[in-house]
T-cell receptor, first 113, second 115 residues
Framework: KQEVTQIPAALSVPEGENLVLNCSFTDSAIYNLQWFRQDPGKGLTSLLLIQSSQREQTSGRLNASLDKSSGRSTLYIAASQPGDSATYLCAVSTIQGAQKLVFGQGTRLTINP | NAGVMQNPRHLVRRRGQEARLRCSPMKGHSHVYWYRQLPEEGLKFMVYLQKENIIDESGMPKERFSAEFPKEGPSILRIQQVVRGDSAAYFC?????????????FGEGSRLTVL
């Protein structure tokens, strides 16, 4: 059974810092991994999708990497801004059940001005 | 291009009543998914549907819950005889292509409170 873990559960950093959020998964037989952000009381916004054959994806100040063999992904946020404050979720689509994204518990990020 | 639309955004029901949650996928998307987020818990898969077909309902509680995605109109998640434990945020997502390749786009969610 696939399990997804995100560390840390919460992170607070001053504005302008570069930071890394971690995601690990137990079953490396995945199709893809997706990073989302969720603002309080809101839905999920897709940030980056990495297919299993890819090593990384970039969008603006965000860079996500994937090491499928070790079951790890990182989300790198450059030059953080207060508007980046949100909960960041990673989710994997496994070969055993591609339609069921398995989510981590999320990292609650606070960027202090 | 409108995103995934869910309504109502907030719904209050008393125990024993029925709750109906609606989801209109993004234009052109024929794959719809429902997820539930219980307080202080992560999102959990409930059901995957394509037009007129339930493909995978392995995450749905066996009783009181049902889902449909008719040929015309939105997908509906129906909860009969609601109990307090059903209080949660229910998210709908859609994708253009099959789940193993498609990026999922989520709606804003419907927040159900059972009194």
């Amino acid at each position: 059974k696939q399990e997804v873990t995100q560390i840390p559960a919460a992170l607070s950093v001053p504005e302008g810092e570069n930071l890394v959020l971690n995601c690990s998964f137990t079953d490396s037989a995945i199709y893809n991994l997706q990073w989302f952000r969720q603002d309080p009381g809101k839905g999920l916004t897709s940030l980056l999708l990495i297919q299993s054959s890819q090593r990384e994806q970039t969008s603006g100040r965000l860079n996500a990497s994937l090491d499928k063999s070790s079951g790890r992904s990182t989300l790198y946020i450059a030059a953080s801004q207060p508007g980046d404050s949100a909960t960041y979720l990673c989710a994997v689509s496994t070969i055993q059940g591609a339609q069921k994204l398995v989510f981590g518990q999320g990292t609650r990020l606070t960027i202090n001005p | 291009n409108a995103g995934v639309m869910q309504n109502p955004r907030h719904l209050v029901r008393r125990r024993g009543q029925e709750a109906r949650l609606r989801c209109s996928p993004m234009k052109g998307h024929s794959h719809v998914y429902w997820y539930r987020q219980l307080p202080e818990e992560g999102l959990k898969f409930m059901v995957y549907l394509q037009k007129e077909n339930i493909i995978d309902e392995s995450g749905m509680p066996k009783e009181r819950f049902s889902a449909e995605f008719p040929k015309e109109g939105p997908s509906i998640l129906r909860i009969q005889q609601v109990v307090r434990g059903d209080s949660a945020a229910y998210f709908c997502a859609s994708s253009l292509t099959a789940p193993n390749t498609g990026e999922l786009f989520f709606g804003e969610g419907s927040r159900l409170t059972v009194l």
